[in-house]
Every structure is written in C-alpha cells, then in structure tokens.
C-alpha cells in the first residue's frame, strides 16, 4: 500500500505539472500561428517547435522534484516547500495567457520574472530537503532564466 500511494503522488504530481503545460498551449495555440510569427524577435530566438519538447521534459522533472519531496515528509517539514513549488507553479500557469492570450509581452516578462525569483526560492528550499530534487530544478530555472531575457528582448523590440 505504500508503494501504491507513493506512485499516486507522482502521477498527482505529473498529472498537476502537465495540466499547467495543457492549460498553456490553449492560450498559446492561436496567437502561435498569427501574432507570435508577426513580432520582431532577437536572432537567438529558438525555433518554434522546439518550446514543446522543452517544456515537457522540464514538467517531467518539475514533477519528480516535488515528488521527490514529497517523499521526505516524514523526516522533515515539506508543507512549505510544496507550497512554494504550488505557487510558482501557478505563476507559470499565468503567463501563457499573458504573453499569448492577451498578446502582452509586458505583461509576461512581469510575469516571468516573478516567476523566475519563485522558482530560485522553490529550488533553495528543496535543495534543504533534497539535492536531487534541486537538480532536477536547475535546467527548469536556467530555462526560464533564458526565457525571461527573450520575453524583454520580445517586448523591447515590439514596444
């Protein structure tokens, strides 16, 4: 049975990560085939079709992290940790339709950048329960820390 509610949690956890994922691509669908295309972006701007495979390879390991976590709730406090996961998790969730929905670059760089800070906070407080959790964190920060720089070079350039 502890098996069984252990492995519960991680589709909880990936099931939760990957309805943020969905959750963004129905805001990102149409403005990705019109307005997106029409904006100027720096030449370091990745190809389009490579965001999905990223993503969904840092959803993945967003998920294990805080199952990972999860998983030490009997030895240490977690509460606030997976709190901290949950709302950056939300803040991810936003920007899709603040960026796309709403096409308002500035409104996702402010975004991200929240989003940004949220996740550093949520990877030190993991790395406190969890380096392997951390880790997992890293290329989802790092992502996003790239991410956040070419939102600003997007709104800069299309202000």
């Known amino acids: 049975m502890k098996n069984w509610n252990s ?3 991680l589709v909880l956890f990936v099931v939760a ?3 943020v994922s969905g959750a963004g691509a129905l805001f990102t669908a149409g403005s990705v085939q019109q307005w ?3 904006l100027q972006k720096p030449a370091w701007t990745p190809p389009s079709w490579l965001f999905g495979p990223v993503w ?3 959803y993945l390991m967003m998920a294990v992290a805080a199952w990972l976590v999860w998983r030490r709730r009997k030895a240490v406090h977690v509460k606030g940790a ?3 996961f949950i709302f950056q998790l939300v803040i991810n ?3 899709s339709p603040l960026f796309f929905g709403l096409q308002n670059p500035l409104a996702g760089l402010l975004d991200i950048v929240l989003l940004w800070a949220a996740i550093l906070a ?3 407080t993991f790395w406190r329960i969890s380096s392997t ?3 997992l964190l890293i290329p989802y920060w790092l992502w996003v820390s790239y991410a956040s720089a070419l939102n600003f070079a997007i709104w800069t350039l299309n202000r």
Do not use: E, F, H, K
Request: aromatic fraction near 8%; glycine fraction near 4%; proline fraction near 4%.
């Open 122 to 124: 949520t990877l030190i």
């Open 133 to 135: 959790a951390a880790a």
């Open 82 to 84: 997976l709190g901290l």
């Open 56 to 58: 969904t390879i840092l």
């Open 7 to 9: 492995l519960a949690m």
């Open 17 to 19: 990560c990957l309805a």
């Open 36 to 38: 997106y295309p029409a």
């Open 93 to 95: 969730a936003a920007w």
